[in-house]
């Protein structure tokens, strides 16, 4: 076996296969290490379902990440032939006053601008 690698990638969860496979996909010669054998119960993105959001609030500058992403994801579909990504619709509902203070101020505002701006709105 050739021990020379061009990138080792250590844990082998969401971040670190999507980086794995990028790498592989560029011609790089690789390695992923990861502490446990897949698939586990024991990472932080196990499990079966996720969810992403294509406007965030947080910042209109995720919205462009978020987009890529559902390239990257609709891709995978394509050359492994399975079924990944659902896209559905969201709704969300707040109160008014203090009951509708987030995390982020404008949270609200934030998103629909950032859905608006992309063409997602």
Not at 26 to 38: C, E, K, N, Q, T
Not at 74 to 100: C, H, K, M, P, W
Request: proline share 3%.
């Amino acid at each position: 076996m050739d021990k020379a690698f061009d990138a080792i990638v250590l844990g082998l969860g969401a971040m670190g296969s999507a980086t794995l496979w990028q790498l592989a996909r560029r011609g790089a010669r690789v390695l992923g290490l990861d502490r446990h054998s897949p698939p586990h119960d024991r990472g932080s993105s196990h499990g079966d379902t996720r969810i992403t959001r294509l406007a965030i609030g947080e910042g209109a500058a995720y919205t462009p990440l978020a987009l890529r992403s559902h390239e990257l994801w609709r891709e995978i579909e394509r050359e492994t032939g399975a079924d990944l990504l659902t896209v559905t619709g969201g709704l969300v509902i707040s109160g008014a006053g203090e009951r509708a203070q987030c995390h982020v101020p404008g949270f609200f505002a934030n998103t629909l601008e950032a859905a608006r701006r992309h063409g997602i709105a």
